[in-house]
């Protein structure tokens, strides 16, 4: 069973910084890729910043040039490291640990989120 889990969220003000961390525990990590999505009230959930399988990084329009994903392989876990927040960031934050493409058993999972409210 593989589990995903969040941390970092809170209350910050417009302009702050906050880093969110995301742990992933299970043998399958090897054939997965991990990335970031949010999900603001009233609205349908979004990427924010993933790794493809090839390592390389993707992000959101809105959230270019100042969030950054990073990871460490050793402690399975990635972060979002998220600067010049800005009121409209406001939402759940979800990890999300995904089968690669060419993966014969399939899976996605899912963290429970942790909240982002950026705001003064």
């Known amino acids: 069973q593989v589990q995903v889990v969040e941390s970092g969220g809170g209350l910050v003000q417009p302009g702050g910084s906050l880093r969110l961390s995301c742990a992933a525990s299970?043998?399958?990590?090897?054939?997965?890729?991990m990335g970031w999505y949010r999900q603001a009230p009233g609205k349908q959930r979004e990427m924010v910043a993933t790794?493809?399988?090839?390592?390389?990084?993707n992000y959101g329009d809105s959230v270019k040039g100042r969030f950054t994903i990073s990871r460490d392989n050793a402690k399975n876990s990635i972060y979002l490291q998220m600067n010049s927040l800005k009121p409209e960031d406001t939402a759940v934050y979800y990890c999300?640990?995904?089968?690669?493409?060419?993966?014969?058993?399939?899976?996605?999972?899912w963290g429970q989120g942790t909240q982002v409210t950026v705001s003064s």
């Open positions: 999300n640990c995904r089968s690669v493409p060419w993966s014969t058993s399939p899976f996605d999972y």
């Open positions: 790794f493809s399988s090839t390592g390389t990084t």
């Open positions: 299970g043998s399958i990590l090897s054939r997965a890729v």
